[in-house]
Every structure is written in structure tokens, then in C-alpha cells.
């Protein structure tokens, strides 16, 4: 079974940064794609920012030009970092990897920008 450990999250002023990691237990090299959502307090999951096999990226527009997305493939691990915090950023973010028709999620980890 594939497990996805998140972890960096936490609270932060407007205008910090965080970086927050995603840990594979598995080859990250055998996912089609790997991305990170956010759901805010009664609010829907969206999409932040997804990575692809070939390492080319896309991001959400409300985070373009703050948030980078990477990966190490050495340590299976992907990473976002999160520059210029707004207090809209604020909720959980799941780190979530898929192989064909299989969708991976781990358990979330909590950021929260105070202003």
C-alpha cells in the first residue's frame, strides 16, 4: 500500500514562507503525476499546484508566482514552497500521487497565515 506522509506545516504572519514536504513510500518515478490540494473551512478541495512525470508543473492562479513545486527523487519526496503567505492560504494541505486509474492521499497537514 503506497503512504504519502506530509509534513511542514504550521502557522505563519502574512507574508512568511513555509515549505512543506510530501514522503513516498514508494518510487515516486511510478506516479503519473503528483500534486498537492488545500481545503479552507467549508470550502471545497482544490488544486495548488501539480507536477508530472516529465517534472513540468501548473499551477492554481491564485498561487502562480508564490508557491514552487518540486521533487527529490533520491528521498521520494516532492516539496511546496510557499512564499508570500496570505491569510487565504490558510487550510489543509494534502499531498496526493496517481498511477493509472489509482489515487493516493495522505493525511494532510495544516497551515494556517495569520495577518
Known amino acids: 500500500q503506497v503512504q504519502l506522509v506530509e509534513s511542514g506545516g504550521g502557522l505563519v504572519q502574512a507574508g512568511g514562507s513555509l515549505r512543506l514536504s510530501c514522503a513516498a513510500s514508494?518510487?515516486?518515478?511510478?506516479?503519473?503525476?503528483m500534486a498537492w490540494y488545500r481545503q479552507a473551512p467549508g470550502k471545497q478541495r482544490e488544486l495548488v499546484a501539480t507536477?508530472?512525470?516529465?517534472?513540468?508543473?501548473n499551477y492554481a492562479d491564485s498561487v502562480k508566482g508564490r508557491f514552487t513545486l518540486s521533487r527529490d527523487n533520491a528521498k521520494n519526496t516532492v516539496y511546496l514552497q510557499m512564499n508570500s503567505l496570505k491569510p487565504e492560504d490558510t487550510a489543509v494541505y494534502y499531498c496526493?500521487?496517481?498511477?493509472?486509474?489509482?489515487?493516493?492521499w495522505g493525511q494532510g497537514t495544516q497551515v494556517t497565515v495569520s495577518s
Open positions: 507536477i508530472v512525470s516529465d517534472g513540468s508543473t
Open positions: 514508494t518510487n515516486i518515478f511510478n506516479f503519473n503525476t
Open positions: 496526493n500521487a496517481r498511477w493509472l486509474v489509482k489515487s493516493y
